[in-house]
């Protein structure tokens, strides 16, 4: 039947995903106007108001999801479920990554031992929701997290060797033949979880506290993103942290640091992180790296296929490969070694940096040394420091001997180090004391293995915490100090004179004038970028107007029979001619 006369076509209501709702609060955020988010988007600005209303719960859905098509919001609901569900998650893509075999009467009983064991530790609440982990909240839960397949055939030990054959044998090889892609135009990415404050078993128990209750080990966890070319490449790797801005970062340019910097209440890789690592790390590295090796922008990225890995990944001139399930173990390259020696180095070089601080003690006679307190001043900035540091020292030959399996015909003869070869029983013996002096290569070994094992309740419990008691810490710290804070013009002088000082130490000490000279040249161009900065800032200072420099003074009543009013306008003009030449603010 025809329409009405007069009548207008029903409009179809528009249903944003919760990616395209963060992109949309992300505009807000930068200060476009509600008008102008509503037309990028196609809605009217009265949904844009009501989804900006909506902001916390649909970042915190978007911290959770697996599905970046996913729509619905999490609405208010029990808390512990909530917790739960969001533990369960995690654990869940933890399996899937380590190839562990899961089925729903697994997970269903996974996720009553959740609720059990966050709920004990609840308050007890008379009216609190029963709950069983039945087949309709299991259904939900899928529907929720966008659990396409919560059924996994096979663990590591047992993985899908005719897979991994024919995709290697056939599948990739006619990938490369077909593209033309040479070794410096092949990458693979991966994630792995690093527990950056856990040492081997015996090491981080401390004498004070070795016997007391409820002692456990530190269980801080980091998500590091890793990506590698079959010529050795290694990018700049991605972090996910669990603070937007942490205490001990909190003066840093987040673009300026050794690593891409992510967060999420979790500190686990999402979909939506995926595909910002992708292309805002992944891209200009990758566009950097092959310009200056004169190569075209032609690239094939290779990813497992995990929970976490967004699927819609696209890009001019990127061809993204996903590996076939229960293969990871077999055929990833970041797999095949290089995750593991960089673990083991970043293991060395955190006790390298624990001996230092012991040799430190020593050197102050200090004999009160303590570990948890060491503990405590390794935050997050000295965690990257020690991740750079590792990535340093990674060889390119052991990144493309990862290759072997996959693609062997390009691996270099030099198969690299292991980390069987990086030594970290020296370090433990220079340190000596209980549970250093006799560490051995097998204990280091055990942790390096404890990441294969699936995460434990405490583990879960540990990962789900909030990070919002760390971030209004930080806001109630920042407000108390009032002092300037970065590079001003009086620590940059500071600088400048310190490193004068250094070069004329130097002259006047070391006898090997050429050594000494040497030296100064070297702090010289060290130096160019912070001289070039005071000079500006300088300049900056000495334009600004003389109305900066001091305040209005309060007018107070004068008697009569004092000084005339032409003589105090005199007295202010000279007084405000010398504030112009000292460039010094005006004394009250």
């Excluded at 949309?24 to 200060?31: A, R």
């Excluded at 988007?41 to 649909?58: L, Q």
Aim: net charge neutral; glycine share 4%; charged share 30%.
């Amino acid at each position: 039947a025809s329409a009405k006369a007069g009548s207008e076509p029903k409009r179809h209501r528009k249903m944003m995903t919760i990616a395209e709702k963060v992109t949309l609060l992300d505009m807000l955020k930068e200060g476009r106007s509600y008008a102008a988010a509503a037309r990028h988007f196609g809605v009217n600005e009265s949904t844009v108001r009501y989804i900006k209303k909506d902001e916390a719960n649909i970042r915190k859905t978007a911290a959770i999801t697996f599905s970046r098509s996913a729509k619905r919001v999490v609405t208010a609901r029990n808390k512990t479920i909530v917790r739960m569900e969001g533990a369960l998650a995690i654990w869940i893509a933890d399996c899937r990554k380590k190839n562990i075999a899961l089925d729903t009467n697994t997970i269903r009983t996974k996720a009553l031992s959740l609720y059990e064991h966050f709920a004990a530790k609840e308050p007890q609440d008379p009216q609190k929701q029963r709950f069983s982990a039945s087949k309709g909240w299991f259904a939900k839960f899928q529907k929720r997290f966008g659990l396409k397949s919560v059924s996994l055939h096979g663990e590591a030990a047992s993985a899908d060797t005719t897979a991994a054959e024919i995709y290697a044998n056939e599948t990739f090889k006619n990938i490369i033949n077909e593209g033309g892609y040479k070794p410096e135009q092949v990458f693979n990415m991966d994630e792995t979880g690093l527990f950056w404050k856990r040492m081997p078993s015996r090491t981080f128990l401390f004498k004070e506290d070795a016997k007391a209750s409820g002692f456990k080990a530190f269980k801080d966890r980091v998500t590091i993103v890793m990506c590698g070319n079959a010529a050795g490449f290694l990018l700049k790797p991605g972090l996910i942290y669990k603070s937007k801005n942490p205490r001990a970062l909190r003066n840093k340019n987040k673009n300026l640091l050794p690593v891409y910097w992510m967060h999420n209440p979790k500190a686990w890789i999402t979909k939506m992180l995926t595909s910002d690592w992708f292309h805002q790390c992944f891209i200009p590295q990758v566009s950097k790296y092959l310009l200056e090796k004169g190569l075209p922008f032609k690239i094939l990225l290779l990813m497992d296929n995990a929970g976490g890995h967004a699927t819609d990944l696209s890009h001019e001139g990127i061809q993204v490969e996903f590996l076939p399930p229960n293969t990871t173990s077999l055929i990833q390259p970041m797999d095949q070694g290089v995750i593991r020696a960089f673990k083991a180095l970043y293991t060395k070089n955190t006790l390298a940096d624990l001996v230092a601080c012991v040799d430190a003690a020593q050197d102050d006679e200090d004999e009160t040394f303590n570990l948890k307190a060491y503990w405590r001043q390794y935050t997050i900035a000295t965690c990257m420091q020690n991740i750079q540091k590792a990535l340093k020292e990674m060889k390119s030959a052991t990144v493309n001997a990862s290759w072997k399996k996959l693609w062997p015909q390009i691996v270099y003869d030099d198969e690299g180090f292991t980390p069987a070869e990086i030594q970290h029983s020296a370090l433990a013996a220079i340190i000596g004391g209980d549970g250093f002096g006799d560490m051995t290569t097998e204990d280091v070994d055990e942790l390096l293995d404890c990441h294969s094992q699936p995460l434990t309740d405490a583990d879960l419990e540990d990962l789900t915490k909030s990070a919002s008691d760390e971030d209004s810490e930080t806001q109630e710290e920042t407000q108390e100090i009032v002092e300037e804070t970065g590079l001003t013009l009086e620590r940059l002088a500071k600088l400048c004179n310190l490193a004068k000082e250094l070069k004329e130490l130097s002259q006047e000490w070391d006898e090997d004038m050429v050594r000494s000279l040497q030296f100064c040249h070297k702090i010289d161009e060290d130096m160019t970028p912070y001289r070039m900065l005071f000079e500006r800032k300088k300049k900056q200072r000495q334009q600004l107007p003389i109305t900066m420099f001091f305040q209005p003074r309060k007018k107070e009543p004068v008697p009569p029979a004092t000084m005339p009013s032409e003589e105090i306008e005199e007295v202010s003009q000279e007084e405000v001619e010398e504030v112009s030449q000292e460039k010094t603010p005006l004394s009250d």
